[in-house]
Nanobody, 120 residues
Framework: QVQFVESGGGSVQPGGSLRLSCVAS????????MGWYRQAPGKQRELVAV???????NYADSAKGRFTISRDNDKNTVYLQMNSLKPEDTAVYYC??????????????WGQGTQVSVSS
């Protein structure tokens, strides 16, 4: 089973930037579609961005123009560059394998996530 370790979260002011990283286990990373998801207190987990094994990308409307997802298959790592952060971006961010550009996540366990807090 694939395991995920997220990092890079923190506390920033509105308008700030963060770069999240997620390392996945195993030797098949390059074949996986990978997504970033987030869960705010009292809310359901939602898709932020997804990148397919072929490099195609899709973003939630809330992330378009501000966030960029990328991957480094040699490092088994997927990144999320977040710019122009807003208080409503505050959440725990997770990565996971995805079914495709729809961003629906596959079954399997989740990592511990990384907390992003945006406030003045």
């Amino acid at each position: 089973q694939v395991q995920f370790v997220e990092s890079g979260g923190g506390s920033v002011q509105p308008g700030g930037s963060l770069r999240l990283s997620c390392v996945a286990s195993g030797s098949l990373f390059s074949h996986y579609n990978m997504g970033w998801y987030r869960q705010a207190p009292g809310k359901q987990r939602e898709l932020v961005a997804v990148i397919t094994s072929g490099g195609n990308r899709n973003y939630a409307d809330s992330a378009k123009g501000r966030f960029t997802i990328s991957r480094d298959n040699d490092k088994n790592t997927v990144y999320l560059q977040m710019n122009s952060l807003k208080p409503e971006d505050t959440a725990v961010y997770y990565c996971h394998t995805a079914l495709g550009l729809s961003g629906h996540y596959t079954t399997g366990s989740w990592g511990q996530g990384t907390q992003v807090s945006v406030s003045s």
